[in-house]
């Protein structure tokens, strides 16, 4: 007793009135429903999205406000004022190095030069300047000037010694001249 059965002809069959219009009217409503859900969600992040851009422009009109660009002002102000002192603090450090690297005349040095003056010469003045030390000087002798720079310049102690025109003094008879010795620095020694 086996029955056939005819699933096409049974899933086929025509529903019954009143059941096809249950089911469009559940259909409509779920439609509608779903409709109405999406629209609320799309409007939600419309809202959400219009709050975000006004208070967005909110704070884009406080920063663009006087009392902003003044601050600003300051600030770059301040910047400013910092760097040059960065500027200024790296140039006398650098200042500092170089004063710090310029010879220096001590009584060692004046003491021998003192000791390389002929007989007949007498220093009169001496003055120091950015590593050359001047000595104005009087002397008898003409040659005592080629004598006292040569003497100078044979010690190797000085980077360079060079005097200057020899004048004759109507006064006196005496010869005056300056020797100009230029000294090592730290890293000539």
Do not use: W
């Amino acid at each position: 007793m086996r029955r056939d059965i005819n699933f096409f002809s049974v899933y086929r069959m025509p529903q019954s009135e009143g059941e096809s219009r249950t089911f469009n009217k559940v259909a409509v409503i779920l439609l509608v429903a779903s409709l109405a859900v999406v629209l609320a969600v799309f409007g939600g992040i419309k809202i959400l999205n219009l709050r975000a851009v006004s208070a967005d422009n909110a704070n884009q009109s406080y920063l663009k406000s006087s009392e902003i660009l003044e601050f600003k002002k300051q600030i770059q102000n301040a910047k400013t004022k910092l760097s040059a002192i960065s500027s200024y603090k790296q140039a006398a450090q650098r200042v500092s190095e170089g004063f710090d690297s310029l010879p220096q005349p001590d009584s060692e040095l004046l003491a021998f030069i003192a000791s390389k003056l002929p007989e007949d010469t007498s220093a009169d003045a001496m003055s120091y300047s950015e590593g050359t030390l001047t000595i104005q000087c009087s002397s008898n002798d003409s040659l005592s000037a080629a004598k006292f720079a040569h003497a100078l310049e044979e010690s190797g102690r000085f980077s360079s010694v060079n005097y200057s025109k020899i004048f004759k003094s109507n006064e006196n008879s005496r010869f005056t001249f300056s020797v100009m010795i230029s000294l090592k620095g730290d890293s000539e020694k």
